[in-house]
Structure formats: C-alpha cells, structure tokens
C-alpha cells in the first residue's frame, strides 16, 4: 500500500484479537506502522493476552462481553497508567464495530456470537475483513441485505474465498456472466488417508494436530471434521450469489492452490500462496492495493507435488451436510451451525466421540425445522441457534449414555 505524509492511517477494530486471525492481522499491522493505527481490541476471555495487547499496540478502546473480566482488564490497565477505555458487555462490540471513527473492522470472532459485531459494521459501511464466516451460515441473506443497505465493502478473509474474490472478476456485476463455478480446496486435515472405521477413536490432541496450518482447537477439528468446509461451501453461496452445485470441492493436501475460478470458456484460475493467513488478511487489509504481508515465499523449484483428490464422503460425511442444509428450509445452515459448535465442544471436553459429531449434527438438520420468519431477524436467528443448541445438547447427553 502507498503511503504519502498526507494519507491518515487507517483506523482498525479487531473483534477478536487473542485468537489466531487476530494475532495475525496484528503481524501484518506492525509491518505498516504508517499506515494503519489499531483503534480497538476486544477478546472473549483470555484477560492476559488481551492487556499485553493494550501494553504493545495502546489501542483507544478495549472490550470484552463479560462485565467481570471486563473490570479486571480496565484496573490492569489503570494501574499500568496507560489510557486505553476498556468497556464491558457484548453491545461494547457492535458500538466499537460502527464507531464513526473506525475504517475497517476485522471481524475474527469465532462463531454465531461473532454475528451482531459483524452486522453492526456492515450496517455502518465499513470495510469489513470477514474472517467470521457464522456470520454468513447463520445471517445468509440477512448479513448480506445489511451489506448492501449499509453501502459496506464485504472482503473475504478465509484463505479459500480470499482465493475466489483475488480470482474474480473486479466487477461483482460481471461475476455470474464470466464464471461457470468455483473449487474450494481442502487440505483433508489429519485424517485423509486414516482408516474410516478408526476414526471413532480419534482423541482432541490427534484432531487439532493440523498438518499445515496453524489455527485455533475448534477451527481445527473442523478441519478434521471437514465441516469447515461445508461451512465454507455455505459462506461463498453468500459471498459469491452462486447456486449451491456452481460450488465444488477437492482436496488439494499441500495447501499451495488456495481455490480455484472456472471461467465460462474453460479456463481456470487460481491464487496460489504458502499456507500462512496473514497472506488474505493483508491483502483484505490493503485492497485493491497490495502490500507485504510477512509471508514466505513460494519456492517453485523445490515445492512438491501439487495433487488432488475426491472428497470421501465416507471419511468426511460433514461436508455434504451443506449443500442439504442450503436445499432446505431458509435458517437450516444456522441449525447446522449451532450443532456443530456444541458437538465440537463436546468432543473437545471428552463427552463425545469424534464420529458421534456428525452424527448429532445431522440429527439436529432433520429435526429442528426451521418456520417461516426464522431467519428475518438477528432475534429470531438467535433464537433457532438456541433450539438448535439445546437438540444438539440432548442427542450429546442421549450418545454419552450409549458410550
């Protein structure tokens, strides 16, 4: 990104700062410490990693939901006689996303909770950098009318639809015309070439042990799980305003081609990149510029066999919850959503076997049916997450008594 002495720094909120994409999208702003100024952090829990935050970066603003954690912080704070304003409560989260004063908002939070911030900045017209991807599985068609509505500029931050949107043609008008359909690749996370009868055995170290990207315990079994790519499938029908079969999927383990456009007339493009997601961010950040991201290199003369693969249905049934879930009824990707968050919990507290996660949530994509209205609203979206959560928490309780 060029940077004159009369250009302001961009002014960024980070909605989840302590996680993995938060602490890379700090990475590449200390790369540009003329360009960009961090104007605020929040974090769900982790206190001390959000006050060294504030030591380094002297964000105006801090926050963080819980009021407790919140008062602990701001004392930190007050005693280190520094003079961030650390405020409490989720509503803290979506004011900080629409503050006047902010230009981009990174919206890294890690699920459904991350949806009111993300609304709240696209309602604004900021730039938002999507790393959320909840917010489009549980918002679909909502998200995206504030979008449009709020005038804001949606970037995708996930390294697959940062891939697409880099492939795409600049004017979203002409995207329907020139693309015949998109290929999200997936590494196949730890267990590609694993006995599918074994899987059941599978314990939260072994699943969040990803052999090429560094991400969060939750992001990780998703990977495993591959319903992180169905979630994905789900978030680039939103992106990208395509039909659920102009998506496709294969796995691709080297994690080089990032995705893939198929044009009209045949051709293919892909964005290539090492597996690093400071890669998207800063392109997410400096769009349409360009700027160091702190990524390695590609090195073509010693990189390896770039291959592909079908997706098993039988090793990875969570990924074809998607396109069913995107047939059904409108809010039923947020169903399939809300499951899956309390299923990998579940696993990763040692209630459930690794299997039984695609069990529950396919349980909960048949049962709980969505009414109409469901998904009108961040109210009544909300309120389909809880039935969800609470049909997913008793087929977990119905499975531990099976165990």
């Known amino acids: 990104m060029a940077v004159t002495s009369s250009t302001r720094r961009q002014r960024v909120c980070i909605l989840g700062s302590t996680g993995s994409i938060g602490t890379s999208t700090l990475d590449v702003l200390a790369l540009h410490p003329d360009a960009f100024e961090v104007f605020a952090l929040t974090a769900q829990r982790r206190i001390d990693d959000l006050f060294a935050q504030i030591v380094r970066w002297r964000p105006r603003y801090a926050a963080m939901p819980d009021a407790a954690a919140a008062n602990e912080l701001g004392a930190r704070v007050k005693a280190a006689g520094i003079g961030t304003e650390v405020l409490s409560g989720a509503k803290a989260l979506e004011d900080l996303a629409a503050h006047p004063d902010v230009d981009q908002v990174m919206a890294a939070i890690v699920g459904a909770a991350g949806l009111p911030g993300c609304l709240a900045a696209a309602r ?25 509505q709020g005038g804001a500029t949606l970037i995708p931050i996930d390294s697959e639809h940062s891939a697409i949107f880099q492939c795409l043609p600049t004017d979203p008008a002409q995207w329907d015309a020139a693309v015949d359909h998109i290929v ?3 590494s196949g996370g730890p267990f590609r070439t694993r006995d599918p009868a074994t899987l059941r055995d599978v314990t939260p170290d072994q699943a969040c042990a990803h052999p090429n990207w560094v991400m ?89 066999a770039l291959t592909f693969e079908e997706a098993d249905a039988v090793r990875f049934p969570g990924l074809h919850l998607s396109w069913a879930a995107l047939r059904a009824a409108p809010g039923s990707t947020a169903v399939l959503n809300a499951a899956n968050e309390v299923a990998v919990e579940a696993f ?37 997450d ?16 099976l165990a």
Not at 352 to 362: E, T
């Open 124 to 148: 604004a017209g900021k730039r938002l950098l999507l790393a959320n991807k909840e917010a489009l599985v549980v918002g679909g068609q909502l998200f995206i009318d504030a979008v449009r």
């Open 184 to 186: 999200l690749t997936a």
């Open 216 to 304: 969060g315990r939750k992001i990780s079994v998703d990977s495993a799980t591959m319903m992180n790519k169905a979630l994905e499938v789900i978030e680039a029908r939103w992106l990208f305003d395509l039909a659920p079969e102009r998506i496709k999927v294969v796995i691709h383990p080297q994690s080089i081609i990032h995705s893939m456009v198929v044009a009209r007339d045949g051709a293919v493009l892909a964005q290539l990149g090492t597996p690093d997601m400071k890669g998207p961010i800063s392109f997410g950040l400096s769009w349409p510029s360009r700027m160091a991201s702190g990524c390695d290199a590609l090195a073509f003369t010693k990189m390896a």
């Open 348 to 384: 990763l507290a040692g209630r459930l076997r690794f299997d039984g996660i695609h069990r529950v949530n396919a349980q909960a994509l048949e049962r709980v049916l969505p009414a109409q209205g469901d998904s009108h609203s961040v109210e009544a979206l909300l309120a389909l």
């Open 386 to 401: 809880a039935r969800a959560r609470d049909a997913a928490r008793a087929h977990v309780a119905a499975l531990e008594g």
